[in-house]
């Protein structure tokens, strides 16, 4: 569905996306995950059509994106990052509009837009104008702008962004329901949106691209990356007791208060996986055993900024060798 | 050209949605009411008529005032335009639909030229007026009308181009009444400058002031004709490749 081969786009001397390749095939829902500023939303705009490249080449559904722009174009519903809409009309008006632009015949026309509506639940707002929605139904008129021509890929930036966690949910099953008929690409900053809602994921930071694989596999690369304990005692013991601990890479104190405190023991880097569980239980029976009271102890999950550190990380690490 | 009727219908909406066409359509009424009323009554005073003096042609040619309404209500018709797409972001939306440049500009153009028809339509009951009391010479009055709208499709189209060139409407707007400004001094300047050289031939052929005063006469040249369309159609061109270029900045 989605080809992009050596895509560079440069800003007078900033490079925003720099030498990214990709494949999205028919069917999929793909999670174009980076951190803000990693070229995603420029990556969307130009297959959207809306920018254009500095060198490189995409094609959408096997049409060139510059040279037959208007046919890849009808491909694809877009929904930029900001949700831009018409504050001056109403909802179905403006749906309506969007059919007609995107060239759907005036006999289907109707029909059309009302499913649009169903599908991103705003028929209870159609006679409202937009100027009035909340943030959440203008994302979900974007989304049914989206569809309404019914087009084969759905290209969908920071779908959730600035939504409630309700509201996240309602716009996650949505997309999960359209994944049945429509191949999705979707960005987002949020790696657990990724997990939950795409079968790929394309990483991104800094212009480059890091990673592609599946779920699954992007998944393996956030294991657990520290035990989080709070204990009451003396904290210098317990920090000597964690530090003897092999597989632990360094302790540090997060919090104290008066004789409580919170440490953070981060797993070294060479621990396998499946010692975590076992590290574990030997972590809380020294604290024990030196005589320190164990209120709570959890594993503490590495954040987005993580992975891509460590991708990062190896990256350099594979320039340098 | 797919995209330029829906274009088109969505701009007019939003012209006659919003306050800003029908204060302008007031505002010109009034103020082509007033002018009218102030000729008629300057006529009704005189005796004898010149065949080339009558009510209709002095209200045409012969009169600054028409201008002076011009330069302040086609600015704001079409400051709008793209400056508004651009500013809120819906240009994105609308250019990444299956719509081809040239049908949009067209279809934005032909949006504004559509309220300043409007505009000037409830002048034709002056004619109905002129007509009950005397005599219409409506060959006058055609070519008057044809003048008026080259005229405004031109400075339409200089506004249309102001837009696509800025993100801010206010600029649009200043931009816009600027060139007309420097347009129409250029044109005084065949008063000003002796007949025979360059400057004042120049002069002559941009002036949109002895334009409307050969319309007013009906004459129509075919040579106003050719400058009319190069000031409709240049603009238009170069705001296609300007709304184009926006994809490589």
Redesign the interface.
């Given at each position: 569905m989605i080809s992009v081969s050596r895509l560079v786009k440069h800003y007078g001397p900033h490079v925003a996306v720099d030498d990214v390749s990709f494949r999205v095939e028919k069917g999929q829902v793909v999670g174009f995950l980076g951190p803000n500023g990693a070229g995603k939303s420029t990556t969307l705009r130009i297959l959207s059509g809306f920018l254009g490249m500095t060198s490189g080449k995409v094609e959408i559904c096997g049409h060139d994106i510059q040279n037959e722009s208007i046919e890849a174009r009808s491909k694809v519903g877009y929904m930029p990052e900001a949700v831009p809409l018409y504050p001056e009309m109403r909802v179905a008006e403006y749906l309506t509009f969007r059919a007609e632009l995107k060239g759907v015949a005036r006999a289907r026309r109707r029909a059309q837009v009302d499913d649009a509506m169903d599908k991103a639940s705003v028929f209870d707002v159609a006679n409202t104008l937009i100027g009035n929605l909340s943030k959440g139904y203008r994302q979900r008129v974007g989304i049914a702008d989206a569809l309404v021509a019914n087009p084969p890929l759905l290209i969908l930036d920071e779908p959730t962004a600035g939504l409630d966690p309700n509201q996240i949910r309602q716009v996650r099953e949505l997309i999960a329901g359209l994944a049945a008929e429509h191949t999705v690409l979707l960005s987002t900053h949020i790696l657990s949106e990724v997990e939950q809602s795409c079968d790929r994921v394309i990483l991104i930071a800094k212009g480059k691209l890091l990673a592609e694989g599946t779920t699954a596999e992007i998944q393996k690369m956030r294991r657990t990356a520290a035990l989080e304990v709070i204990v009451r005692g003396d904290a210098q013991v317990a920090l000597r007791a964690l530090r003897a601990i092999q597989g632990i890479a360094k302790v540090n104190e997060q919090a104290a208060k008066d004789d409580v405190a919170t440490l953070r023991a981060v797993w070294a880097k060479k621990l396998p996986d499946a010692d975590i569980q076992s590290t574990i239980e030997t972590a809380v029976g020294a604290l024990v055993a030196a005589g320190l009271r164990v209120r709570e102890v959890k594993t503490v999950g590495s954040s987005l900024e993580d992975v891509f550190a460590e991708l990062t990380r190896e990256d350099e690490d594979a320039e340098a060798s | 050209m797919?995209?330029l009727?829906?274009?088109f219908?969505?701009e007019l909406?939003?012209f006659f949605?919003?306050p800003l066409a029908w204060v302008q359509i007031f505002v010109f009424c009034l103020v082509q009411g007033m002018h009218f009323y102030l000729l008629i009554d300057h006529f009704s005073a005189q005796t004898e008529v010149a065949g080339d003096q009558t009510p209709l042609q002095t209200f045409f040619g012969n009169t600054v005032l028409l201008y002076l309404v011009l330069f302040l209500l086609i600015p704001p018709m079409t400051m709008r335009l793209f400056a508004e797409e651009r500013r809120?972001?819906?240009?994105?939306?609308?250019?990444?639909?299956?719509?081809?440049t040239p049908a949009v500009v067209l279809g934005k153009y032909l949006a504004a030229l559509t309220v300043y028809i409007v505009m000037w339509a409830p002048t034709v009951v002056y004619l109905v007026i002129l007509r009950r009391t005397g005599v219409v010479d409506w060959h006058v009055a055609a070519a008057s009308y044809l003048g008026v709208l080259l005229v405004g499709a031109g400075y339409l189209s200089i506004g249309t181009l102001m837009s696509a060139i800025t993100r801010s409407q206010f600029l649009a707007l200043l931009g816009t009444a600027f060139v007309l400004l420097v347009l129409f001094i250029l044109g005084v300047g065949e008063f000003v400058t002796a007949a025979g050289t360059t400057l004042h031939d120049v002069c002559a052929h941009v002036s949109v002031w002895a334009q409307m005063n050969d319309f007013a006469s009906g004459i129509v040249d075919t040579r106003r004709l050719v400058y009319d369309a190069t000031l409709i159609l240049l603009p238009l061109f170069v705001t296609v490749r300007t709304v184009d270029a926006w994809?490589?900045?």
């Open positions: - | 797919s995209g009727w829906p274009v219908k969505r909406f939003a949605v919003t809120t972001g819906t240009i994105e939306t609308l250019m990444t639909a299956p719509v081809s994809r490589w900045g």
